[in-house]
């Protein structure tokens, strides 16, 4: 980890039911959690006010997606205002998931960051390659072209944290090495002090997402450029999270 404040979302994806994420809350609240650490949480839409009022205020509350503009007649989507209403501070921008399941595409993604940050929500823009572009070497080309979309559209990066999901590592149980993940961090922090600015490309968080659990987030945290994680399926175990939280050392 580096000098910024660490940072690690939960991404509880379309899991849950009232009564598992009343027990969710619960095994959170009672953690005890490092007081350095920015700690987020996203649970689905319909479950966001039931998180809201009953989970400690030292966890703050993330959409997994917003509209990318003011609601309206948009149907099946929620609004970057309805998320503030109900008390979300973040939003979780071009998950992969979104990307490769649903289609969103760079150019959509950046608007609907740039509209999110114009309403005052903080932004998890998430990028990353799939297992063939890394196979073929493009690793850095696919997610320097998915970071200059976001650069492209936003006017600041005050309130961004970019998360860095290598697709091969979502829920597949197959972590990125420290060394593998260390690099491409690197390299996005190039290539922000190169496009934007030294001083952006030094105070961004660039966490890290892609099957962290329990058992490997001690040795990523280590790794200088690595700001923290997104944590999908072991976010959704109470303590196990606690752990991925408390591993910056
Ligand atoms: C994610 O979906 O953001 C993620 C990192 O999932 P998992 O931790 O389950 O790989």
Redesign the pocket.
């Known amino acids: 980890a580096g000098s910024g404040k660490f940072f690690v979302g939960g ?1 509880w ?1 379309c899991n849950g039911t009232k009564d598992s994420i009343s027990k969710l809350i619960s095994d959170l609240n009672n953690a005890k959690l490092e007081p350095d650490v920015d700690v987020v949480v996203a649970p689905p839409f319909v479950y966001i006010d039931q998180v809201k009022t009953s989970i400690t205020d030292r966890i703050e509350i993330s959409g997994q997606n917003s509209w990318v503009g003011k609601g309206g007649a948009f149907t099946g989507e929620i609004s970057v205002e309805q998320l503030k209403d109900l008390g979300c501070k973040w939003v979780i921008l071009g ?1 992969s ?1 979104r990307r490769h399941v649903i289609g969103e595409k760079d150019e959509f993604i950046g608007k609907k960051a740039a509209y999110a940050l114009s309403e005052g929500l903080g932004v998890i823009a998430c990028i990353g390659e799939l297992l063939e572009e890394r196979e073929a070497g493009k690793t850095f080309d696919v997610c320097f072209q998915q970071l200059k979309a976001y650069a492209d559209a936003v006017p600041s990066w005050d309130n961004i944290v970019i998360a860095y ?1 290598p697709v091969w ?4 149980g197959k972590v990125a090495s420290p060394e593998q993940a260390q690099e491409v961090h690197l390299a996005l922090r190039d290539w922000l002090k190169n496009n934007v600015s030294a001083e952006v490309a030094s105070k961004t968080r660039i966490i890290y ?4 659990n329990g058992g490997n987030s001690a040795d990523l945290a280590k790794k200088e450029d690595i700001d923290g994680f ?5 976010s959704l175990k109470g303590p196990e999270f606690a752990t991925i939280v408390n591993s910056v050392t």
Not at 169 to 172: F, S
Not at 209 to 212: E, H
């Open positions: 991404n994806k998950h998931e999901e590592a979502i829920g597949t997402g892609g099957s962290v997104l944590v999908g399926g072991a």
